[in-house]
């Protein structure tokens, strides 16, 4: 069985197909697929979804694309959804300093807004980071001992990788792990400790090297769990135990989730 962690199958990519993405999900043994929210408007859809699906669950955050959108109406939206039983996790949430979408202190202010969000529901968190290790890593380590969750598709380099564990993160590699020319990912995923690996498709996004370039979908995660066990030197089996069960402990910690 597999879970895909990090899957926006709640966008319009996904409109005309739905069902048929979530049938093809269902034969290449998903159990779960935890739909992220990024937005308000895309965090009320992968509720919606939660709530149609027994084996869809949710998180309700917002992107650092829009921090220059966050306002106290936003956060309050935000909590509202996050006391629905299905929601998991708050976020994605995080700095993306490749884009620059949104002025970095706005970034940084509606992130840490979420955090203390996260701290006060006492929520695991996805968080995106795009080019901005230098500072998340900081923030969260402020942190220490407070906060759980993952950085959701990982690229950073080993010494990023042990940093983040040092804060009791865990580690979600999706479908960059499959591009030939991704190694610091493929040693990241050789070497993270096996209680700590998630995986994921980012799907519509960052469809792994078989499908490049089209649209990702989550029946894809087993893609990404058999390039992970290959560098691994284990099966495909192993890696999608082990990420269930990961997935289970980080995200369920108050009972089973089916
Ligand atoms: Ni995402």
Not at 5 to 21: C, G, K, M, T
Not at 28 to 50: C, H, N, P, Q, Y
Not at 108 to 123: G, H, R, S, T, W
Not at 139 to 151: F, N, Q
């Amino acid at each position: 069985m597999f879970i895909d962690s990090h899957a926006h199958i709640q966008l319009s990519q996904f409109n005309s197909d739905r069902d048929a993405v979530l049938k093809r999900a269902h034969e290449a043994a998903l159990s779960a697929i935890l739909v992220i929210g990024f937005d308000v408007k895309t965090s009320r859809g992968a509720v919606e979804l939660a709530e149609k699906h027994e084996n869809i669950y949710a998180t309700v955050g917002m992107h650092p694309h829009d921090a220059k959108d966050f306002t106290p109406d936003t956060l309050q939206t935000l909590r509202a959804l996050a006391t629905h039983p299905k929601v998991l996790a708050l976020g994605e949430m995080g700095l993306d300093y490749h884009r620059n979408l949104s002025p970095r202190p706005l970034q940084k202010a509606a992130f840490e807004k979420q955090l203390d969000m996260a701290e006060e529901l006492d929520m695991p968190i996805i968080i995106h980071n795009r080019d901005a290790y230098m500072d998340i890593l900081p923030i969260l380590e402020a942190r220490r001992g407070k906060m759980r969750g993952v950085l959701h598709c990982f690229t950073g380099d080993v010494e990023v990788m042990h940093r983040s564990l040092d804060i009791q993160f865990h580690i979600g590699i999706g479908g960059i792990v499959t591009y030939p020319n991704a190694k610091d990912v493929q040693a990241v995923a050789r070497e993270v400790p096996a209680e700590r690996l998630l995986i994921e498709t980012d799907c519509p996004w960052l469809a792994p090297q078989f499908r490049r370039g089209k649209r990702n979908e989550p029946a894809y995660v087993r893609a990404v769990a058999e390039k992970i066990a290959e560098l691994r030197g284990t099966s495909i089996e192993t890696i999608g135990e082990v990420t269930t069960r990961n997935f289970q402990q980080l995200f369920a910690s108050e009972g089973p989730l089916y």
